[in-house]
């Protein structure tokens, strides 16, 4: 990192484009915090959202009195409720994150996300998947913030062997606030992924789930025989005739993409399958923008 | 297919262990990967563990399993089953005469070379529990190899294969594969021969005898006979014969006498196929001459042998005929000849040896003479199996066959001496003695020869001044016979040129080394007899030998000299003693293939397969 950088996660031409971008989410799960996030219900913003008929009780300050003087009936004007949106970053650090970029690119992904919450002045928070203790990032708000998010981001040490549904529920026992989670993760698990995506769903929490996978991974360039070792559990396979089985490995491999795409989007969230050898600018200011999850 | 090593089937056991050490040592590379969450869901799919999917999966298992089937069928040495009758032990009977060396075409291979290549084929065709044994044959045979399946062994005898330049003849080798048989019994003996044979072999076959012909050779002119016969005057008459094979292609042949590189004559002479020209030619006897006749043709030859002869002429002499005064009707009668010395004479020394000699006593058979007769005694050796008794017989039976008695008629000849055969004893025990009757009277021969190596003894048991024969006109006939003896015996009346085989070479010292220099690289040395003749020297080649023994020398031309293996005729059927006649077959039949190296072949290609399938599996 040059003196003049932030952090090395972020060059200082990306903080500058991040700072012309705002998060995109689909469904408003804000905090009742006032925020730069509108509500969906009606607030006390200067932003007119809506009329509806007076009620007893509703408070005479909002109602219209223009258009009482034309149609001599009483309308309440409603104006749109600012409230917190709440950014948690979840960030994969287990083992299997551990290969060909896949955590750098991670933390770079989370480091963007927690750039454009702080700079929205929502409340961001972090927490790395990884085991029984994962590191946590207090929730914090303010650009002020953006030091203490670098700084925990860069001093994550991927390793570890938890799998990433188990750290979402570890993660939620100790989150409150609602919002938008990014969960950034290669989703290789054998565990029950629709339970995860509830519970976060459960929790407020609108989920923009990235799968990073590395080229490896994407495309295995492998033949004949060999003995396979998982990084987290260093459980062995047998394969033989590797080459032979690389369709039915890409039918897999697509039909995960394609159960986490399904499990986001039932859940009004959004997921994407990225390569870990991808550059961070094009994924971010043009994959991400063009497919609609920053604006 | 049968297989020479069935036991060996016991090999394919080994596929147990090998399975078991394929499953327990299978090495495979280890590859660190983030997950096997897909790599698991893959494996468990359906359509991996389909039964094609696990061949393809354990191929090297299989692989292996197939290199070792190879190996064990290889061990188990299997054969394609060709020849109808398999011999585990086959005499190989190899042509070497003269013939063998001929040509199929200018530049071309000769058919020593054809049997080469018949034999290296059946050699490496040989399953390891077939033994051949080689034979070379020629006028004589050889044993070349015992029986053996090495089959370096094999190569190197077929290698050193020669052509000797003497007619082939088939008795003695099978003599001596009939000899083999006693120690390593056989079925079949195999000839490999280009079919110049005698149609006829004296022999018994106790065996299959198949006779491989091997293609004809090309056409050819060569020499068969080289002779020279006296003159009446001072002057040799040589003549020459040739023959050419009806498919010749020559239309000229120039013959040339050359002695000691000096030519003496040459003629030209017109060549038609299938002709046999004779030509002579007329040399001046005055020195010993050592000619050598070289035939030059117009188009291919195919024998080489056949194009040189050579022929020893001795320098003519008159004969020194030893007669005693007494013998005056033997000295009229050689008075009438040519060429003679008679002693003893007037004025003219005695010579210590004679060419004739007449004795009518006992103490001068003694003489030293090449042809000695001896008239009116019994010599020593014979006074135990006759006598003569002064009583008048006369001649019931003769040799008119014989030289010595050619055109002597003894019929109406009185003879007052009538030799008496002791009572006991009867012909036998005359050729026990190595005498052979010339003319038989009532009670006993009249006249007995004996051959003494290079000598030659008459006896003429009756006086022919006690018989009618001097007046008959059979006595200077028998008397010019003997002189013609006495010329033959001296070389002095013909010469015939040596021919290839065993030399026979006269004029040493008695049991002298001789030292024997041929065509062939190398010397040997023999030993003279007793009476100075070195006997028994081989003379396989054509070409000029030199024996000398201190300061003496002799040279020998040998030639060829046999129309049969000139003309290379082939016969299609020999005739055995038995009655048997055996066919030729021209074509080689088809030998039992052996499959091991094939098997082995592929075994080696198969591991080369598996290496490279080894070597290839990286991730």
Same mark, same amino acid.
């Not at chain 1, 062997?161 to 609602?178: A, D, M, N, S």
């Given at each position: 990192?040059?003196?003049?950088?932030?952090?090395?996660?972020?060059?200082?031409?990306?903080?500058?484009?991040?700072?012309?971008?705002?998060?995109?989410?689909?469904?408003?799960?804000?905090?009742?915090?006032?925020?730069?996030?509108?509500?969906?219900?009606?607030?006390?913003?200067?932003?007119?959202?809506?009329?509806?008929?007076?009620? @007893?009780?509703?408070?005479?300050?909002?109602?219209?009195?223009?258009?009482?003087?034309?149609?001599?009936? @009483?309308?309440?004007?409603?104006?749109?409720?600012?409230?917190?949106?709440?950014?948690?970053?979840?960030?994969?650090?287990?083992?299997?994150?551990?290969?060909?970029?896949?955590?750098?690119?991670?933390?770079?992904?989370?480091?963007?996300?927690?750039?454009?919450?702080?700079?929205?002045?929502?409340?961001?928070?972090?927490?790395?998947?990884?085991?029984?203790?994962?590191?946590?990032?207090?929730?914090?708000?303010?650009?002020?913030?953006?030091?203490?998010?670098?700084?925990? #981001?860069?001093?994550?040490?991927?390793?570890?062997?938890?799998?990433?549904?188990?750290?979402?529920?570890?993660?939620?026992?100790?989150?409150?606030?609602?919002?938008?989670?990014?969960?950034?993760?290669?989703?290789?698990?054998?565990?029950? #992924?629709?339970?995860?995506?509830?519970?976060?769903?459960?929790?407020?929490?609108?989920?923009?789930?990235?799968?990073?996978?590395?080229?490896?991974?994407?495309?295995?360039?492998?033949?004949?025989?060999?003995?396979?070792?998982?990084?987290?559990?260093?459980?062995?396979?047998?394969?033989?005739?590797?080459?032979?089985?690389?369709?039915?490995?890409?039918?897999?491999?697509?039909?995960?993409?394609?159960?986490?795409?399904?499990?986001?989007?039932?859940?009004?969230?959004?997921?994407?399958?990225?390569?870990?050898?991808? @550059?961070?600018?094009?994924?971010?200011?043009?994959?991400?923008?063009?497919?609609?999850?920053?604006? | 297919?049968?297989?020479?090593?069935?036991?060996?089937?016991?090999?394919?056991? $080994?596929?147990?262990?090998?399975?078991?050490?394929?499953?327990?040592?299978?090495?495979?590379?280890?590859?660190?990967?983030?997950?096997?969450?897909?790599?698991?869901?893959?494996?468990?799919?359906?359509?991996?563990?389909?039964?094609?999917?696990?061949?393809?999966?354990?191929?090297?298992?299989?692989?292996?399993?197939?290199? $070792?089937? $190879?190996?064990?069928?290889?061990?188990?040495?299997?054969?394609?089953?060709?020849?109808?009758?398999?011999?585990?032990?086959?005499?190989?009977?190899?042509?070497?005469?003269?013939?063998?060396?001929?040509?199929?075409?200018?530049?071309?291979?000769?058919?020593?070379?054809?049997?080469?290549?018949?034999?290296?084929?059946?050699?490496?065709?040989?399953?390891?529990?077939?033994?051949?044994?080689?034979?070379?044959?020629?006028?004589?045979?050889?044993?070349?190899?015992?029986?053996?399946?090495?089959?370096?062994?094999?190569?190197?005898?077929?290698?050193?294969?020669?052509?000797?330049?003497?007619?082939?003849?088939?008795?003695?080798?099978?003599?001596?594969?009939?000899?083999?048989?006693?120690?390593?019994?056989?079925?079949?003996?195999?000839?490999?021969?280009?079919?110049?044979?005698?149609?006829?072999?004296?022999?018994?076959?106790?065996?299959?005898?198949?006779?491989?012909?091997?293609?004809?050779?090309?056409?050819?002119?060569?020499?068969?006979?080289?002779?020279?016969?006296?003159?009446?005057?001072?002057?040799?008459?040589?003549?020459?014969?040739?023959?050419?094979?009806?498919?010749?292609?020559?239309?000229?042949?120039? $013959?040339?006498?050359?002695?000691?590189?000096?030519?003496?004559?040459?003629?030209?002479?017109?060549?038609?196929?299938?002709?046999?020209?004779?030509?002579?030619?007329?040399?001046?006897?005055?020195?010993?001459?050592?000619?050598?006749?070289?035939?030059?043709?117009?188009?291919?030859?195919?024998?080489?042998?056949?194009?040189?002869?050579?022929?020893?002429?001795?320098?003519?002499?008159p004969l020194d005929v030893f007669v005693p005064e007494s013998l005056a009707t033997f000295r009229h009668a050689l008075a009438a000849l040519d060429g003679l010395r008679i002693f003893p004479a007037k004025d003219i020394p005695s010579p210590t040896t004679y060419d004739l000699a007449f004795v009518e006593k006992p103490e001068d058979a003694k003489l030293a003479a090449q042809v000695l007769c001896s008239v009116g005694f019994v010599p020593e050796e014979l006074r135990?199996?006759v006598s003569i008794e002064k009583k008048g017989t006369a001649a019931?039976?003769w040799?008119?066959?014989s030289p010595l008695l050619q055109h002597v008629g003894l019929?109406?000849v009185l003879f007052m001496d009538d030799p008496?055969?002791?009572?006991?004893?009867?012909?036998?025990?005359?050729?026990?003695?190595?005498y052979?009757?010339l003319a038989?009277g009532?009670?006993g021969p009249l006249a007995l020869t004996r051959?003494e190596?290079?000598r030659t003894r008459v006896h003429l048991l009756f006086h022919p001044d006690r018989s009618t024969l001097p007046y008959r006109v059979a006595f200077p006939v028998l008397v010019s016979n003997l002189v013609q003896a006495a010329q033959r015996a001296n070389?002095l009346?013909?010469?015939?040129?040596?021919?290839?085989?065993?030399?026979?070479?006269?004029?040493?010292?008695?049991?002298?080394?001789?030292?024997?220099?041929?065509?062939?690289?190398?010397?040997?040395?023999?030993?003279?007899?007793?009476?100075?003749?070195?006997?028994?020297?081989?003379?396989?080649?054509?070409?000029?030998?030199?024996?000398?023994?201190?300061?003496?020398?002799?040279?020998?031309?040998?030639?060829?000299?046999?129309?049969?293996?000139?003309?290379?005729?082939?016969?299609?059927?020999?005739?055995?003693?038995?009655?048997?006649?055996?066919?030729?077959?021209?074509?080689?039949?088809?030998?039992?293939?052996?499959?091991?190296?094939?098997?082995?072949?592929?075994?080696?290609?198969?591991?080369?397969?598996?290496?490279?399938?080894?070597?290839?599996?990286?991730?």
């Amino acid at each position: 990192m040059t003196a003049a950088q932030v952090t090395s996660l972020l060059t200082n031409r990306d903080l500058d484009r991040l700072a012309r971008l705002r998060l995109n989410a689909s469904r408003r799960f804000t905090n009742r915090a006032r925020g730069e996030h509108l509500a969906a219900k009606g607030g006390t913003s200067t932003e007119f959202c809506d009329t509806r008929d007076y009620s @007893p009780g509703d408070d005479v300050r909002y109602l219209d009195w223009n258009a009482f003087a034309r149609i001599n009936r @009483p309308y309440l004007k409603q104006y749109h409720q600012e409230e917190e949106l709440h950014v948690a970053l979840l960030v994969d650090a287990s083992s299997s994150m551990m290969f060909e970029g896949k955590f750098d690119l991670a933390r770079k992904l989370a480091a963007a996300f927690g750039m454009l919450g702080l700079r929205g002045s929502e409340k961001v928070s972090a927490c790395s998947l990884q085991n029984a203790s994962p590191a946590r990032l207090a929730p914090c708000s303010g650009r002020a913030s953006a030091a203490k998010l670098f700084a925990f #981001l860069e001093s994550l040490e991927p390793g570890g062997e938890q799998p990433v549904e188990v750290g979402i529920e570890t993660f939620l026992r100790q989150h409150k606030g609602r919002g938008v989670v990014v969960l950034i993760s290669d989703f290789l698990t054998t565990g029950d #992924l629709r339970r995860a995506f509830n519970l976060l769903h459960g929790a407020g929490l609108e989920p923009f789930a990235l799968q990073i996978l590395a080229p490896s991974e994407l495309a295995p360039e492998v033949s004949g025989d060999f003995r396979l070792v998982d990084s987290e559990s260093a459980a062995t396979l047998d394969i033989s005739s590797a080459n032979d089985l690389l369709t039915l490995y890409h039918e897999y491999r697509t039909s995960l993409e394609q159960q986490i795409a399904t499990l986001a989007q039932q859940r009004s969230g959004r997921a994407l399958t990225i390569s870990a050898a991808e @550059p961070f600018e094009r994924l971010f200011f043009e994959t991400l923008r063009r497919k609609g999850w920053v604006a | 297919m049968s297989f020479t090593s069935l036991s060996s089937a016991w090999l394919f056991a $080994l596929i147990i262990p090998l399975v078991i050490f394929y499953f327990l040592k299978l090495k495979r590379p280890r590859q660190t990967i983030p997950s096997l969450v897909l790599w698991r869901q893959v494996m468990n799919d359906q359509r991996v563990n389909s039964p094609f999917q696990r061949f393809k999966r354990n191929l090297l298992l299989l692989l292996q399993l197939l290199l $070792l089937a $190879l190996l064990v069928l290889a061990a188990m040495q299997p054969f394609l089953r060709r020849e109808p009758q398999r011999a585990a032990r086959l005499p190989v009977l190899v042509d070497v005469s003269a013939s063998m060396a001929a040509l199929d075409k200018s530049g071309g291979r000769s058919r020593l070379d054809e049997a080469r290549q018949q034999l290296r084929e059946r050699i490496d065709a040989m399953l390891p529990d077939q033994e051949l044994c080689l034979i070379a044959f020629s006028k004589s045979a050889r044993k070349l190899t015992g029986f053996t399946s090495n089959k370096t062994e094999l190569r190197d005898a077929v290698a050193g294969l020669v052509v000797d330049d003497v007619p082939g003849e088939l008795d003695e080798a099978l003599h001596l594969a009939q000899a083999l048989a006693r120690t390593a019994p056989f079925d079949r003996v195999l000839v490999l021969t280009d079919g110049n044979l005698p149609a006829r072999a004296n022999f018994e076959l106790p065996f299959q005898l198949d006779l491989q012909k091997i293609p004809a050779a090309g056409a050819n002119i060569g020499i068969t006979a080289l002779n020279a016969r006296r003159t009446t005057g001072s002057e040799w008459e040589v003549f020459v014969q040739l023959a050419c094979t009806a498919n010749t292609t020559a239309t000229t042949a120039t $013959l040339e006498l050359v002695e000691s590189g000096k030519p003496l004559a040459s003629e030209q002479v017109a060549i038609a196929p299938g002709t046999a020209p004779r030509l002579a030619f007329r040399l001046r006897g005055e020195r010993p001459l050592l000619v050598c006749a070289t035939l030059r043709t117009s188009g291919f030859d195919a024998l080489a042998a056949d194009n040189v002869a050579w022929l020893k002429l001795p320098a003519m002499r008159p004969l020194d005929v030893f007669v005693p005064e007494s013998l005056a009707t033997f000295r009229h009668a050689l008075a009438a000849l040519d060429g003679l010395r008679i002693f003893p004479a007037k004025d003219i020394p005695s010579p210590t040896t004679y060419d004739l000699a007449f004795v009518e006593k006992p103490e001068d058979a003694k003489l030293a003479a090449q042809v000695l007769c001896s008239v009116g005694f019994v010599p020593e050796e014979l006074r135990a199996l006759v006598s003569i008794e002064k009583k008048g017989t006369a001649a019931i039976d003769w040799r008119r066959e014989s030289p010595l008695l050619q055109h002597v008629g003894l019929d109406e000849v009185l003879f007052m001496d009538d030799p008496v055969t002791t009572a006991g004893k009867d012909g036998q025990a005359f050729r026990l003695l190595g005498y052979e009757a010339l003319a038989d009277g009532p009670h006993g021969p009249l006249a007995l020869t004996r051959n003494e190596g290079e000598r030659t003894r008459v006896h003429l048991l009756f006086h022919p001044d006690r018989s009618t024969l001097p007046y008959r006109v059979a006595f200077p006939v028998l008397v010019s016979n003997l002189v013609q003896a006495a010329q033959r015996a001296n070389g002095l009346s013909e010469s015939a040129g040596q021919p290839t085989g065993v030399l026979r070479v006269p004029g040493f010292a008695a049991a002298a080394n001789v030292k024997v220099t041929g065509p062939a690289p190398g010397t040997r040395t023999e030993q003279a007899d007793e009476s100075g003749i070195a006997t028994g020297i081989p003379a396989p080649r054509v070409g000029e030998y030199l024996l000398t023994s201190g300061t003496h020398e002799e040279r020998v031309g040998v030639s060829l000299l046999s129309p049969e293996e000139t003309s290379l005729a082939a016969v299609d059927e020999v005739q055995f003693a038995d009655r048997i006649a055996v066919s030729t077959a021209n074509f080689a039949p088809k030998t039992d293939r052996s499959l091991w190296w094939s098997l082995a072949f592929a075994g080696f290609i198969l591991l080369l397969v598996e290496w490279w399938w080894f070597q290839r599996r990286t991730v």
